[in-house]
């Protein structure tokens, strides 16, 4: 109920795949998805292993609630260690993959070893086929998807894969989904190439059931409800995400040219209206928004470019409607390279959804090389011939299909800004933290970001706490730790149930409690608990963390948000306070001051 | 009166709410592989449209089943089945000219849309009113209407 309570165990070195009960004490203690998956890694991998090498473990996990009527019910998570930080790794994903898993019968799927040969996983239901993919490696997300149906006769199949990308170790490949739904962060892509596994294509017929259906439908009309009349919602639907752009903009919290500046003077032509407005050629950039599974929020973005654009005027295979700009892209192909060219970014966005890399880590790294190039200390040489100049739009598409194929300086691109900038003997031009880029925020003007960034156990990422709401009305760091923690908490409970955290904007932990208590087995689902799992899972990330080698000296920014003080906006003139939260936060979450959680705190959470 | 799905795919998102009411009223799980109601995305989601049966006045299944399992609902107008008198000869589904009868493995019985006896649950799953339920007289009036307001005039004085 809720669960499937069946996991589906694949071997790539022995070539086996089987199923196993779920354990159940497990479940109750970490509900799924990504709090399941980490207990999962965390007690069958050694953190020390080599990410890339067959040691590692790959886990596909859903939620209790995946697959259910519960608005947004589509997610599921990648949890591994990531290739990118050497952290654990959880991307979680929405389109139609992780519904289609579930209905196969299964809450999660492990995949270990390597496999000496590449191959891809074909499921239907009980029937479990390891098949060789040497027909499809070496190709796109795209074309794999295509092909899989075809060959197998089914398109009811749904397709997870990765491109060149993940085939070559770019360390910020992704699994893409239903062609433009991503597992997208860490390089959760580069594992799955790692272990030679081209794709996973699944097709489901069992089903799933909840507790007590009536409760169930009962909650389902409510929180609907409440999300339709929600203007939050209103706007991911009408705007999408890429709506961020304009307040981060206004605010100053928007990082332009590598984080030199916040703000970027041509936000107005790849912001939301921009998207929606028409050309004089009569080109409309956005077609339609789309929905992920379950999802009544619908924020995706589906988009094309305009065909007179020097990406494609030639190339009529991209004249086709695809995953349009979300915040996260615009952003790291726009102000982070101050590109202002709509079709430039759009065309982007549709490669890297195409060969299956992350934008934000590979805008970041991009950022940095454009940086490293207008100093001087790489050129035309390196860079084969390209002006890697900030505001080169064509330099953007050039590299953007580089990395996808992993050629030229696509692959020192792959390698990440951390160690492309230490190869080149700068690493204060790198931005990021535990070596993974940052989302569009600025940690000098939102201050608690920065501390979500830091402390953020895949390292920086804007998705793993929400400080927002305190980071618009204060723009210093007092008092930001404790909300920074508890949106950790609560978020990672909510990553675990597989829902999105965008009906956020809607519901609070009393309405994932309903949906969680209506449809999971026991009768003491309380608001205390929940939380407490949430709290329970970040632990365990930590945990894995600090054993994996990382320590409190990980848990750092920058230099340029630590010393170099914001040029404009709302935070003029500030840096990070950073040096004044981390302490702050640590002995909120019952850490020591070197950020190890006390006996006390795990003995608390039940994990001493 | 009687009444009808009337679907808009230029409003569906593709959520496939629809899909999973539809399994849940018809066989208790949510389900979308046993959906009587299918979302077809095309264009890499440009376009996503719900097809299910129109309920035909002249119903070719009806009139091909062997073993009269299926009759016409004069209250709703639906075209249903009787389990258990369907012997799973599938000839329904050949007849049908737009394959939306299907035979289903799990239950060896046909399956179809039978407008969940006047409640049709996709309709009341849709969270952007691409399905709805309306008189089966007027499907068209909605956009009757919206091309009469192109011929619209000033009021006369």
Same mark, same amino acid.
């Given at each position: 109920?809720?669960?499937?309570?069946?996991?589906?165990?694949?071997?790539?070195?022995?070539?086996?795949?089987?199923?196993?009960?779920?354990?159940?004490?497990?479940?109750?203690?970490?509900?799924?998805?990504?709090?399941?998956?980490?207990?999962?890694?965390?007690?069958?991998? =050694?953190?020390?292993?080599?990410?890339?090498?067959?040691?590692?473990?790959?886990?596909?996990?859903?939620?209790?609630?995946?697959?259910?009527?519960?608005?947004?019910?589509?997610?599921?998570?990648?949890?591994?260690?990531?290739?990118?930080?050497?952290?654990?790794?959880?991307?979680?994903?929405?389109?139609?993959?992780?519904?289609?898993?579930?209905?196969?019968?299964?809450?999660?799927?492990?995949?270990?070893?390597?496999?000496?040969?590449?191959?891809?996983?074909?499921?239907?239901?009980?029937?479990?086929?390891?098949?060789?993919?040497?027909?499809?490696?070496?190709?796109?997300?795209?074309?794999?998807?295509?092909?899989?149906?075809?060959?197998?006769?089914?398109?009811?199949?749904?397709?997870?894969?990765?491109?060149?990308?993940?085939?070559?170790?770019?360390?910020?490949?992704?699994?893409?989904?239903?062609?433009?739904?991503?597992?997208?962060?860490?390089?959760?892509?580069?594992?799955?190439?790692?272990?030679?596994?081209?794709?996973?294509?699944?097709?489901?017929?069992?089903?799933?059931?909840?507790?007590?259906?009536?409760?169930?439908?009962?909650?389902?009309?409510?929180?609907?409800?409440?999300?339709?009349?929600?203007?939050?919602?209103?706007?991911?639907?009408?705007?999408?995400?890429?709506?961020?752009?304009?307040?981060?903009?206004?605010?100053?919290?928007?990082?332009?040219?590598?984080?030199?500046?916040?703000?970027?003077?041509?936000?107005?032509?790849?912001?939301?209206?921009?998207?929606?407005?028409?050309?004089?050629?009569?080109?409309?950039?956005?077609?339609?928004?789309?929905?992920?599974?379950?999802?009544?929020?619908?924020?995706?973005?589906?988009?094309?470019?305009?065909?007179?654009?020097?990406?494609?005027?030639?190339?009529?295979?991209?004249?086709?409607?695809?995953?349009?700009?979300?915040?996260?892209?615009?952003?790291?192909?726009?102000?982070?390279?101050?590109? =202002?060219?709509?079709?430039?970014?759009?065309?982007?966005?549709?490669?890297?959804?195409?060969?299956?890399?992350?934008?934000?880590?590979?805008?970041?790294?991009?950022?940095?090389?454009?940086?490293?190039?207008?100093?001087?200390?790489?050129?035309?040489?390196?860079? =084969?011939?390209?002006?890697?100049?900030?505001?080169?739009?064509?330099?953007?598409?050039?590299?953007?299909?580089?990395?996808?194929?992993?050629?030229?300086?696509?692959?020192?691109?792959?390698?990440?800004?951390?160690?492309?900038?230490?190869?080149?003997?700068?690493?204060?031009?790198?931005?990021?933290?535990?070596?993974?880029?940052?989302?569009?925020?600025?940690?000098?003007?939102?201050?608690?970001?920065?501390?979500?960034?830091?402390?953020?156990?895949?390292?920086?990422?804007?998705?793993?706490?929400?400080?927002?709401?305190? =980071?618009?009305?204060?723009?210093?760091?007092?008092?930001?730790?404790?909300?920074?923690?508890?949106?950790?908490?609560?978020?990672?409970?909510?990553?675990?149930?597989?829902?999105?955290?965008?009906?956020?904007?809607?519901?609070?932990?009393?309405?994932?409690?309903?949906?969680?208590?209506?449809?999971?087995?026991?009768?003491?689902?309380?608001?205390?608990?929940?939380?407490?799992?949430?709290?329970?899972?970040?632990?365990?990330?930590?945990?894995?963390?600090?054993?994996?080698?990382?320590?409190?000296?990980?848990?750092?920014?920058?230099?340029?948000?630590?010393?170099?003080?914001?040029?404009?906006?709302?935070?003029?003139?500030?840096?990070?306070?950073?040096?004044?939260?981390?302490?702050?936060?640590?002995?909120?979450?019952?850490?020591?001051?070197?950020?190890?959680?006390?006996?006390?705190?795990?003995?608390?959470?039940?994990?001493? | 009166?009687?009444?009808?799905?009337?679907?808009?795919?230029?409003?569906?998102?593709?959520?496939?709410?629809?899909?999973?009411?539809?399994?849940?009223?018809?066989?208790?799980?949510?389900?979308?592989?046993?959906?009587?109601?299918?979302?077809?995305?095309?264009?890499?989601?440009?376009?996503?449209?719900?097809?299910?049966?129109?309920?035909?006045?002249?119903?070719?299944?009806?009139?091909?089943?062997?073993?009269?399992?299926?009759?016409?609902?004069?209250?709703?107008?639906?075209?249903?089945?009787?389990?258990?008198?369907?012997?799973?000869?599938?000839?329904?589904?050949?007849?049908?000219?737009?394959?939306?009868?299907?035979?289903?493995?799990?239950?060896?019985?046909?399956?179809?849309?039978?407008?969940?006896?006047?409640?049709?649950?996709?309709?009341?799953?849709?969270?952007?009113?691409?399905?709805?339920?309306?008189?089966?007289?007027?499907?068209?009036?909605?956009?009757?209407?919206?091309?009469?307001?192109?011929?619209?005039?000033?009021?006369?004085?």
């Amino acid at each position: 109920m809720g669960w499937q309570k069946k996991i589906l165990r694949v071997n790539l070195t022995a070539g086996t795949a089987a199923s196993e009960p779920l354990n159940m004490e497990w479940a109750h203690e970490y509900l799924g998805e990504r709090g399941l998956a980490t207990k999962y890694l965390y007690e069958e991998m =050694d953190p020390t292993a080599d990410p890339m090498g067959p040691d590692n473990i790959l886990i596909f996990a859903t939620g209790p609630l995946t697959g259910t009527m519960a608005s947004t019910s589509g997610r599921y998570a990648v949890v591994t260690k990531g290739p990118l930080t050497h952290a654990i790794a959880c991307s979680n994903s929405g389109g139609k993959f992780g519904a289609e898993l579930k209905y196969a019968g299964y809450d999660l799927m492990i995949v270990e070893g390597r496999s000496p040969e590449p191959v891809y996983l074909h499921i239907v239901d009980d029937e479990v086929e390891i098949l060789p993919a040497e027909e499809i490696w070496g190709t796109t997300v795209w074309h794999t998807e295509e092909h899989l149906k075809a060959k197998h006769q089914n398109p009811l199949l749904k397709v997870a894969s990765i491109g060149v990308a993940g085939e070559s170790g770019v360390r910020y490949a992704c699994i893409v989904n239903d062609l433009h739904r991503a597992a997208g962060r860490s390089g959760v892509g580069a594992v799955m190439g790692s272990k030679n596994l081209k794709a996973v294509a699944v097709h489901g017929t069992r089903g799933v059931t909840v507790k007590d259906p009536k409760a169930f439908m009962q909650a389902v009309r409510e929180t609907h409800a409440m999300l339709a009349d929600n203007s939050g919602r209103k706007g991911l639907t009408e705007l999408g995400t890429n709506d961020m752009i304009d307040s981060m903009q206004e605010f100053g919290g928007l990082p332009t040219e590598n984080f030199h500046k916040v703000q970027f003077d041509g936000v107005g032509k790849i912001n939301p209206g921009a998207m929606q407005a028409t050309g004089p050629e009569g080109h409309r950039n956005l077609i339609t928004n789309k929905a992920c599974f379950g999802c009544t929020i619908a924020c995706g973005r589906i988009a094309h470019i305009n065909k007179t654009h020097f990406t494609i005027v030639n190339r009529p295979e991209y004249r086709h409607a695809s995953g349009g700009l979300e915040y996260e892209t615009a952003y790291a192909f726009g102000p982070l390279l101050c590109i =202002d060219d709509i079709d430039a970014l759009t065309y982007a966005a549709f490669v890297s959804n195409e060969h299956g890399y992350d934008p934000i880590s590979f805008g970041g790294t991009l950022a940095a090389a454009m940086e490293l190039y207008e100093m001087g200390v790489i050129g035309k040489d390196d860079t =084969d011939g390209v002006e890697l100049k900030f505001g080169n739009a064509e330099a953007l598409t050039i590299m953007a299909e580089k990395t996808g194929k992993y050629e030229g300086f696509g692959k020192i691109l792959g390698l990440g800004s951390k160690l492309m900038c230490e190869k080149y003997g700068h690493p204060e031009i790198a931005m990021h933290v535990k070596g993974q880029e940052f989302a569009g925020y600025d940690s000098r003007a939102l201050q608690g970001m920065g501390l979500g960034f830091v402390t953020s156990n895949r390292g920086a990422c804007h998705l793993k706490h929400d400080v927002f709401a305190e =980071d618009m009305e204060d723009q210093t760091g007092k008092g930001k730790a404790k909300p920074c923690k508890d949106s950790q908490d609560k978020i990672a409970m909510i990553d675990s149930t597989g829902l999105c955290l965008f009906t956020t904007c809607a519901w609070d932990v009393p309405e994932f409690r309903r949906q969680i208590a209506a449809a999971c087995e026991g009768d003491d689902w309380t608001e205390e608990r929940l939380i407490e799992i949430g709290e329970r899972v970040w632990n365990v990330e930590r945990m894995y963390n600090l054993k994996a080698g990382l320590t409190a000296a990980d848990d750092t920014l920058p230099q340029r948000l630590l010393e170099d003080p914001a040029p404009s906006g709302t935070a003029k003139g500030k840096v990070s306070d950073l040096p004044q939260m981390l302490p702050e936060y640590y002995e909120y979450r019952g850490w020591t001051s070197d950020g190890e959680p006390t006996t006390q705190t795990l003995q608390r959470l039940g994990l001493k | 009166m009687q009444k009808s799905l009337l679907i808009d795919p230029a409003k569906c998102t593709s959520c496939l709410q629809c899909e999973m009411a539809c399994s849940l009223e018809h066989t208790g799980a949510f389900n979308p592989a046993r959906s009587r109601i299918k979302i077809f995305e095309f264009e890499h989601g440009a376009q996503a449209i719900p097809y299910t049966c129109t309920q035909c006045a002249e119903a070719w299944c009806l009139h091909a089943c062997p073993v009269e399992a299926l009759t016409r609902n004069p209250e709703t107008g639906a075209v249903e089945l009787n389990e258990s008198t369907c012997v799973g000869c599938k000839v329904c589904t050949v007849a049908c000219p737009f394959g939306t009868i299907n035979y289903v493995p799990e239950t060896g019985k046909v399956a179809k849309c039978d407008l969940c006896g006047g409640d049709p649950k996709c309709a009341e799953a849709c969270p952007t009113d691409a399905i709805v339920y309306v008189d089966a007289g007027w499907t068209g009036y909605d956009r009757m209407r919206d091309w009469a307001v192109r011929t619209h005039a000033e009021p006369r004085t």
